[in-house]
């Protein structure tokens, strides 16, 4: 099985950047699609970004394409989100994720989850 913790949430002004890191452990994500997710208060989890296994695609949600930048390097198994311009709305648990079959933006493709950072936008 595969292990992930996330890391570099926090709280951050609008218009902001923030940069979060997905450590994986237990195995190589070599071969796992990665994304990321992020779940607001009273909202369902929410499609934020993926990578295919290679790195050679990415995908975005509509709500952070253009200003989020998702990123891995399988040698260090480590998964980043770049987060540019971040608005009020874009506060919420972030979660990382890991799938064999993930190809998709379904959180229900995931094979195993991170317990999530917080990033809070606030002046």
């Known amino acids: 099985q595969v292990q992930l913790v996330e890391s570099g949430g926090g709280l951050v002004q609008p218009g902001g950047s923030l940069r979060l890191s997905c450590a994986a452990s237990?195995?190589?994500?070599?071969?796992?699609?990665m994304g990321w997710f992020r779940q607001a208060p009273g909202k369902v989890r929410e499609f934020v970004a993926r990578i295919s296994w290679t790195g050679g695609r990415t995908y975005y949600g509509d709500s952070v394409k253009g200003r989020f930048t998702i990123s891995r390097d399988n040698a260090k198994n480590t998964v980043w989100l770049q987060m540019n311009s971040l608005k009020l709305e874009a506060t919420a648990v972030y979660y990382c994720a890991a799938g064999t079959q993930l190809g998709s933006s379904q959180p229900g493709s995931a094979d195993y989850w991170g317990p999530g950072t917080q990033v809070t936008v606030s002046s």
């Open positions: 237990g195995r190589s994500i070599a071969n796992y699609g």
